[in-house]
T-cell receptor, first 112, second 117 residues
Framework: DAKTTQPNSMESNEEEPVHLPCNHS???????IHWYRQLPSQGPEYVIH???SNVNNRMASLAIAEDRKSSTLILHRATLRDAAVYYC?????????????FGQGTRLTINP | DVKVTQSSRYLVKRTGEKVFLECVQD?????MFWYRQDPGLGLRLIYF???????EKGDIPEGYSVSREKKERFSLILESASTNQTSMYLC????????????????FGPGTRLTVL
């Protein structure tokens, strides 16, 4: 699985947008970009995924660079409940790998 | 909503004891996984199963075994617990990767924090 690089930690204020970056310079053409997050004392949960185009869902937006070597998870209006560790993961949907390979992720702190 | 439950949130065992961690999912998922999570090492896959009675080793299977006798239940077994198996254990489940479930997101349980004394 190709490697991703994320900042160890980020901090933001409640009700402000948050942009969580992820670098994946060795991404292959068949790798999808997935984001999971892990709230305190819980297991990880799926947030969003994309291939080339920007994606939106009820939880977040995913902006993917044109060369696909980086992406940004956007929380449009952070709440205290968004404080979590956010993981950016590449998944190759052709090779059939079933496991998720988690890096260290970004620990997001939200200030009231 | 998908629900993945684990038998205990916290467990304390002694070195040498046999330990069973149970995981149950209610979404009829074929795939089930056991991960462990340690500070600085992230989540690492121990074993996974893609069908009843089928299992595959993950990245760190040593010291563990698994059992999948029913589709909804996946057990992780520590035959003789050791202190280096003190960790957070996370179970997950998903559909298999098919044309219908290309991205087969994984659904995680709340975790079991195991301490081996």
């Amino acid at each position: 699985d190709a490697k991703t690089t994320q900042p160890n930690s980020m901090e933001s204020n409640e009700e402000e947008p948050v942009h969580l970056p992820c670098n994946h310079s060795t991404i292959s053409g068949t790798d999808y970009i997935h984001w999971y997050r892990q709230l305190p004392s819980q297991g990880p949960e799926y947030v969003i995924h994309g291939l080339t185009s920007n994606v939106n869902n009820r939880m977040a937006s995913l902006a993917i660079a044109e060369d696909r070597k980086s992406s940004t998870l956007i929380l449009h209006r952070a709440t205290l409940r968004d404080a979590a560790v956010y993981y950016c993961i590449l998944r190759n949907t052709i090779q059939g790998a079933q496991k998720l390979v988690f890096g260290q992720g970004t620990r997001l702190t939200i200030n009231p | 909503d998908v629900k993945v439950t684990q038998s205990s949130r916290y467990l304390v065992k002694r070195t040498g004891e046999k330990v069973f961690l149970e995981c149950v999912q209610d979404m009829d998922h074929e795939n089930m996984f056991w991960y462990r999570q340690d500070p600085g090492l992230g989540l690492r896959l121990i074993y996974f199963s893609y069908d009843v009675k089928m299992k595959e080793k993950g990245d760190i299977p040593e010291g563990y075994s698994v059992s999948r006798e029913k589709k909804e239940r996946f057990s992780l077994i520590l035959e003789s617990a050791s202190t280096n198996q003190t960790s957070m254990y996370l179970c997950a489940s998903s559909f298999p990767r098919t044309s219908r479930h290309v991205h087969n997101e994984q659904f995680f349980g709340p975790g079991t924090r195991l301490t081996v004394l």
